[in-house]
C-alpha cells in the first residue's frame, strides 16, 4: 500500500506532524492544570471584595442588629458566590453566611481576628474540600472572612475547551504542509531515479543512447553518474568483443586463403613442375606456422586474462638472459645487415620468469630488427636506478606516429598494415602479450619514438620483487 516513495514520505511526515501536536499538546496541558494562575485569581477576587467592605462598613456593621448583619452577609454570598464570615473583637464568629455548612476549623479561625490586618490562606474541610480565605479587620471590633472554594481544572472541560479545536486545526495545516512536502521532495528524489531506471531497461533493450541526467540529491547523483560510467563500460567492452572477433576472424582468414590458394594449385596441377611445388609448399608450411603463432598467442592471452597461467618465481640472471636474446636474434639481423649491439652494466638478480621475460625481450629485438631497415642499428641498454632496472631496447627504424603510440599494446592493433613485415608478420598480438608479461611482474613496458628517427622500447621492472604481490598474475 505505501510502497511508493511519495506514499511512504507522506505517511512519516504525518507521523511526525501528530508526534509534535501530541507533545506540545500534552506539555501544554500539564501546564495549564499545574498552574498558580486560577489560585491567584481567585484570591485577587476575594480580596477584592475584602477590600471593599473594610473599607466602607466600619460604622454601618456597628449599628446593624445581629439577624440584619446575617442578612447583610448571606446576600453578599448570593451576589458574590463566596462563604462570608464576621469575626467579633476577639475572633469569635458573629454571623456566617453559610451556617449550614459548619464552621472552618478552629485552627483557622483562631488566627482571625480584627487586630490582624490581612491574612489569607487555605484549609481543607471535614468533606475533603479545599478552600481558599481571606480576611480583612474592618476596624478593631470586627474582620471579615471571605471563603470560595479551591478552583480545579475539569481536565474535560479544558481538553474541549483549550485544546481539542486548536489542535485539530495545527492538525490540518500539518496535513496540507505534509502532502505538499512529500510531493516536492518525492519529485526531487524519485524524478532523477526514475530517469536511471529508465536508463537501465533501455539498456537492458539494447539502446545504450538513453543516458540518465545526474541530479536530484548527492546521492542520487552519484548513482546516476556511476550508472552513466558502467553503460560507457559495458559498451567499451562490447566494442571490444566485436573488434575481437573481426580481427580474429582476418587474421584467420588470409592465411587460411592462401593455404587453400597453394593447394588448389597442387590439385589442380597448376603447379605442376617441382620447383612451383616446391614452393606451394612452403607457402602452405610458413602459413599455417603463422596460424599455429596466432592461435597459440591467442590462447597465451586468454589463458592470462583467466588468471591461468602460472608464472614462476625463480631467481633470475637478467644480464645472462639479455645476451642469450642477442645471441639468438644475432642471426636473423645478420641476415638483414642489422648491426646488434648490446652495452650492458653489472645487473642484480631479479625474482621472475625467466623463459616469459626472455619471450618479452626476443619480441621486442625481432620487433626493432624487422622495422629497422638494411644497414641500420639495434642497440640493447639497461640502467639501475632507485630500486628499478630499465632496460631499453632502441632502434633506427621509421618510428611510430606518436597518435599511434599509445595504440600498439592493444590486441590487433598494428601501425601500418601494409607494412612490410614478410611471412615473419605478427598478427599485433606480441606488444599485447609482453606488456602482460611485464606488468605480471610489477613492472611497465612504455615506448617512445621519433617520425623517421626511430623507437625505444622500455621494460621498467622492480629489483626486489621476492615478495608475492610481484607476481599478479600468479598460480
Ligand atoms: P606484431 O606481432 O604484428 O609485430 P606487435 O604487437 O609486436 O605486433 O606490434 C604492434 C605494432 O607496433 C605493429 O603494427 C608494429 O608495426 C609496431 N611496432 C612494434 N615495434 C616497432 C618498432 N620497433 N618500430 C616500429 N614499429 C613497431
Redesign the pocket.
Known amino acids: 500500500m505505501f510502497r511508493s516513495l511519495r506514499a511512504r514520505l507522506l505517511v512519516t511526515y504525518l507521523l511526525v506532524g501528530g508526534l509534535v501536536l501530541a507533545i506540545v499538546g500534552v506539555g501544554l496541558f500539564v501546564f495549564l492544570v499545574r498552574s498558580p494562575l486560577a489560585v491567584r485569581q481567585t484570591y485577587q477576587r476575594l480580596e477584592g471584595v475584602a477590600d471593599g467592605i473594610a473599607g466602607r462598613s466600619g460604622r454601618l456593621l456597628r449599628e446593624l442588629q445581629p439577624e440584619m448583619r446575617q442578612q447583610a452577609l448571606e446576600r453578599l454570598d448570593r451576589e458574590a458566590h463566596m462563604r462570608a464570615i464576621l469575626l467579633g473583637p476577639g475572633g469569635e464568629l458573629l454571623a456566617d453566611s453559610r451556617l449550614d455548612e459548619g464552621p472552618p476549623p478552629a485552627d483557622v479561625l483562631a488566627g482571625l481576628s480584627p487586630q490582624r490586618e490581612k491574612v489569607r490562606g487555605e484549609y481543607r474541610d471535614e468533606g475533603g474540600r479545599r478552600w481558599l480565605y481571606v480576611a480583612r479587620a474592618i476596624n478593631s471590633e470586627f474582620a471579615i472572612v471571605l471563603i470560595a472554594q479551591r478552583p480545579t481544572i475539569r481536565v474535560l472541560g479544558v481538553l474541549r475547551d483549550e485544546f481539542v479545536t486548536p489542535l485539530l486545526q495545527a492538525g490540518a495545516v500539518a496535513l496540507v504542509a505534509s502532502i505538499l512536502l512529500a510531493w516536492l521532495v518525492s519529485r526531487w528524489v524519485a524524478a532523477p531515479l526514475q530517469g536511471v531506471a529508465r536508463a537501465a531497461r533501455s539498456v537492458a533493450a539494447g539502446d545504450y543512447s538513453n543516458r540518465p541526467a545526474p541530479g536530484g540529491p548527492s546521492e542520487v547523483e552519484s548513482l546516476a553518474l556511476a550508472f552513466n560510467e558502467m553503460v560507457d563500460r559495458v559498451q567499451g567492452t562490447q566494442q571490444a568483443h566485436k573488434d575481437f572477433v573481426a580481427n580474429v576472424s582476418h587474421e584467420l582468414k588470409t592465411p587460411l586463403t592462401s593455404i587453400q590458394g597453394f593447394a588448389q594449385a597442387i590439385l589442380d596441377g597448376a603447379a605442376a613442375d617441382p620447383e612451383a611445388q616446391r614452393h606451394a609448399a612452403q607457402v602452405i608450411y610458413d602459413e599455417s606456422d603463422r596460424l599455429r603463432r596466432l592461435v597459440e598467442d591467442l590462447l597465451d592471452l586468454a589463458r592470462m586474462d583467466a588468471g591461468q597461467v602460472a608464472f614462476k618465481r625463480e631467481p633470475v640472471d637478467i644480464g645472462a638472459l639479455l645476451r642469450g636474446v642477442v645471441e639468438k636474434m644475432s642471426l636473423p639481423a645478420a641476415e638483414k645487415d642489422v648491426k646488434l649491439l648490446v652495452d650492458l652494466p653489472a645487473l642484480p638478480t631479479l625474482i621472475g620468469d625467466g623463459d616469459r621475460l626472455a619471450q618479452v625481450f626476443t ?2 629485438v625481432d ?2 630488427v ?3 631497415p638494411e644497414g641500420g642499428k639495434v642497440a640493447l641498454r639497461a640502467d639501475v636506478e632507485g630500486g628499478w632496472i630499465s632496460i631499453h ?1 632502441d ?1 633506427t ?4 606516429p606518436p597518435e599511434q603510440l599509445s595504440r ?2 592493444e590486441r590487433f ?5 601494409a ?1 612490410p ?1 614478410g611471412l615473419g ?8 602479450i ?1 606488456s602482460e608479461i611485464v606488468q605480471a611482474h610489477g613492472g611497465r613496458l612504455v615506448a617512445q ?1 621519433k617520425l623517421g628517427r ?2 625505444r ?1 622500455t621494460v621498467q621492472l622492480p629489483i626486489i620483487c621476492a615478495d608475492d604481490r610481484t607476481m599478479v598474475r600468479g598460480g
Request: proline letters at 3%; zero cysteines; charged letters at 15%.
Open positions: 619480441n621486442l620487433n626493432a624487422k622495422h629497422t631496447v632502434d627504424g621509421p618510428g611510430i600498439i599494446f592493433y598494428q601501425v601500418d598494415k607494412r613485415g608478420r605478427g598478427a599485433g598480438l606480441g606488444l599485447a609482453s619514438s626511430g623507437s622500447f
